[in-house]
């Protein structure tokens, strides 16, 4: 069975940086396409940033781009994403997933399996 478990999540001030990590087990990073996804309080779970399973490309929300970074250690089974220049509008729950997708137009359209999800809080 899949299991996927974040971690990193917290406080962090407008402006700051964070990351996020994601356990993966019982399966192979390097077998699907792996991501984060994002539920905002109120709003619809979405994703943010996406890795191939072959680390050939990455997709990012256009929110996102330029100032979050995925990243994936396939030894470790490790995937992570790098906060930068926090917003507000960065907070909610963060997802880590994976996609039945190779595909960068499709890889949030099949995902796979999610984790249980850590809090992002952005406040000064």
């Known amino acids: 069975q899949v299991q996927l478990v974040e971690s990193g999540g917290g406080l962090v001030q407008p402006g700051g940086s964070l990351r996020l990590s994601c356990s993966a087990s019982?399966?192979?990073?390097?077998?699907?396409?792996m991501g984060w996804l994002r539920q905002a309080p109120g709003k619809k779970r979405e994703g943010v940033a996406f890795m191939s399973a072959s680390d050939g490309w990455t997709y990012y929300s256009a929110y996102v781009k330029g100032r979050f970074t995925i990243s994936k250690d396939n030894n470790k089974q490790m995937v992570h994403l790098q906060m930068a220049s926090v917003e507000s509008e960065d907070a909610g729950v963060y997802y880590c997933?994976?996609?039945?997708?190779?595909?960068?137009?499709?890889?949030?359209?099949?995902?796979?399996?999610w984790g249980p999800g850590t809090e992002v809080t952005v406040s000064s």
């Open positions: 019982a399966f192979t990073l390097t077998h699907h396409a």
């Open positions: 997933a994976s996609s039945f997708s190779d595909h960068p137009d499709q890889v949030g359209n099949y995902i796979h399996s």
